[in-house]
């Protein structure tokens, strides 16, 4: 009962900030993404009968502690949906993100997790099942079960059963590329999980930023129909300094951004009015994501890299959903 799957990370142009049921991991708003090529886990799962608890390995090292019982209490979902609760698992993953630096590493591990345990078990699950259980593990993870650009409804229900990711629009439908600025690989000081629980419940300027949700969202999926690569960008950028703005309200204050995170976006304004059509975005953390158009890399990667303090860029393409292997 052996199975392996591959999912890629993915960078929201239209932020997921705040949950309605923190349980259940619902989101207050819709967000959207786009899935990356260059980042991505890979993850194994035995089930064995003789097993008396879940083992996991995370790049060839042992996992313990809350990291670890994240991953079980993962796992008895998928064992409740088999009933099968007394089946235990040999986990090994790979991971090809950098982890807790502001990159989405939880949305393809828990991705790639969802989707090795549930094929392991022979279970008949449709990609929008995979999706809605993939959000209890990490609400970004149940974007990651599909490639291209991907919406994730927040539904309504109290239960989450209509809330799971769709497809946008397929990895080829067009060639955007992305630059990860790696910044920093330092452990954030505020987790997302926690930073998003200060966030709404103590900043007045939390509310506002969700009513703009809704046209952010129209806007940038005809944006992305049309391939209006100015839209796009446009859109994505403003939608994530507003989502920033909300953590220097909350109480107390706290932000993402080192003095290099400023110098690159000051960097891509400069591109920008040199003629070079491009834009950024930043989750949360310190490192900055860089929309682009292929005519442009090599001037986006050589411009990125001479900025004082950064580390690495890493060049993606749009990427494909979970694979099997």
Request: hydrophobic fraction near 40%.
């Amino acid at each position: 009962m052996k199975a392996t799957a591959k999912a890629h990370t993915n960078i929201a142009l239209i932020k997921y900030w705040g949950k309605r049921n923190e349980s259940l991991i619902l989101p207050m708003n819709n967000s959207l993404s786009l899935t990356l090529d260059g980042f991505y886990t890979t993850t194994s799962v035995e089930f064995r009968e003789h097993l008396l608890e879940d083992h996991f390995l995370l790049n060839d090292h042992v996992v313990a502690g809350d990291e670890y019982y994240r991953v079980t209490r993962f796992l008895d979902l998928i064992r409740d949906f088999s009933s099968k609760p007394n089946l235990y698992a040999e986990v090994n993953s790979i991971n090809k993100v950098p982890t807790a630096a502001g990159f989405a590493s939880s949305a393809s591990g828990f991705a790639a997790l969802a989707a090795a345990a549930t094929k392991a078990l022979d279970l008949s699950v449709s990609n929008q099942e995979l999706s809605r259980l993939t959000r209890q593990g990490s609400g970004s993870a149940c974007r990651s079960i599909y490639g291209g650009f991907v919406e994730w409804e927040q539904g309504k229900q109290d239960d989450g059963s209509d809330s799971h990711a769709v497809q946008v629009a397929p990895a080829n439908h067009w060639d955007v590329r992305v630059a990860a600025v790696v910044l920093s690989s330092k452990m954030k000081k505020v987790s997302s999980r926690d930073g998003m629980k200060r966030t709404v419940d103590t900043s007045p300027f939390y509310t506002s930023w969700v009513e703009t949700i809704p046209n952010d969202l129209d806007q940038i999926k005809q944006g992305i129909t049309d391939r209006d690569f100015e839209k796009v960008g446009r859109i994505a950028e403003s939608n994530c300094l507003k989502m920033h703005a909300t953590t220097l309200g909350a109480e107390p204050p706290f932000t993402y951004w080192h003095d290099t995170t400023l110098a690159v976006m000051h960097m891509v304004r400069d591109l920008r009015a040199s003629g070079v059509p491009a834009y950024f975005t930043i989750d949360a953390g310190p490192n900055v994501k860089v929309l682009y158009l292929p005519e442009n890399e090599e001037t986006v990667q050589n411009t990125l890299r001479d900025v004082p303090g950064v580390t690495d860029v890493i060049l993606s393409r749009s990427g494909q959903g979970v694979t099997y292997i």
